[in-house]
């Protein structure tokens, strides 16, 4: 009899030391959690950073028109946006200086592709936000100005004024600069102006009319063209016709010589 009391004695000594311990583990993971969200409402949210999003180019694509870097800027906590970086890129690299919101297309970016790429930066609070890009935007090639329709208005004789004449155009609407002239003597330079006076020493040679378009934008140099050739005829000599003597040829008499002139070129 003595064995099994003192056996069920044992067992309710393992039955109350067992209720203890499981009351003592609930209070400490009670204890754990009331501290961990205490810790966490205690502890301030971390500020996000700022974003750019709808990331766009403005402009006509060629050479000497104005881009423009479009964007939205964002900041979930509020912070209004500071000092944002730019940068602008040809066929993924970097253009020197190319820094602002605005780029200048020139002659070097025809037939590459220009991105924007912009850093969202906000005045307080987190930074730098990530870089974000543009779709990338073709550069069309910029067509050379031409001349056509070139040739020489006025008389081809000694002493007259000869203008050359042409139709300047450019297929990408670019006004015309300052353009320049050649008139050739026999195939040698003699002169750089839009008009020509013959001199002697034309007479008997080909003259020719000479123009470079030059655009004020975009591709400015185009392909000298020139003129058909304009014959200088050579200058006639004056004639003298009908040549005679009036008068009564005696002693005391006065004669008097009597001649046409003549000028085939009408010189006086």
Avoid: C
Wanted: glycine share 10%.
């Amino acid at each position: 009899m003595v064995g099994p009391v003192h056996a069920m004695g044992q067992i309710g000594k393992v039955s109350m030391k067992h209720k203890i311990t499981s009351v003592d583990t609930l209070r400490r993971v009670q204890r754990i959690a009331f501290l961990f969200i205490f810790a966490l409402l205690s502890t301030p949210a971390l500020a996000a950073v700022p974003t750019a999003s709808v990331v766009t180019i403005t402009g006509t694509p060629e050479s000497g028109s104005t881009l423009t870097g479009n964007y939205t800027y964002t900041d979930v906590d509020g912070d209004v946006e500071g000092v944002s970086t730019f940068r602008w890129l040809r066929d993924s690299t970097p253009i020197v200086g190319a820094t602002a919101q605005t780029y200048l297309l020139s002659n070097a970016d025809q037939g590459t592709m220009i991105v924007f790429e912009v850093t969202p930066i906000a005045a307080t609070g987190e930074n730098p936000g990530l870089a974000v890009q543009s779709t990338g935007v073709a550069i069309t090639a910029n067509a050379v100005p031409t001349a056509t329709a070139v040739s020489i208005s006025g008389t081809p004789a000694l002493g007259e004024l000869l203008t050359g004449l042409y139709t300047y155009g450019d297929v990408d609407g670019d006004a015309e600069g300052i353009s320049t002239f050649r008139w050739l003597r026999d195939g040698v330079p003699i002169a750089t102006t839009l008009t020509y006076t013959v001199v002697a020493a034309d007479q008997g040679t080909t003259l020719i009319f000479e123009v470079t378009p030059i655009a004020a934008t975009g591709e400015i140099l185009g392909l000298a063209v020139q003129s058909a050739g304009v014959a200088i005829t050579p200058n006639a000599v004056p004639t003298a016709t009908l040549v005679s003597i009036s008068g009564t040829p005696a002693l005391g008499e006065l004669l008097t010589g009597l001649y046409t002139y003549g000028d085939v070129d009408g010189d006086a």
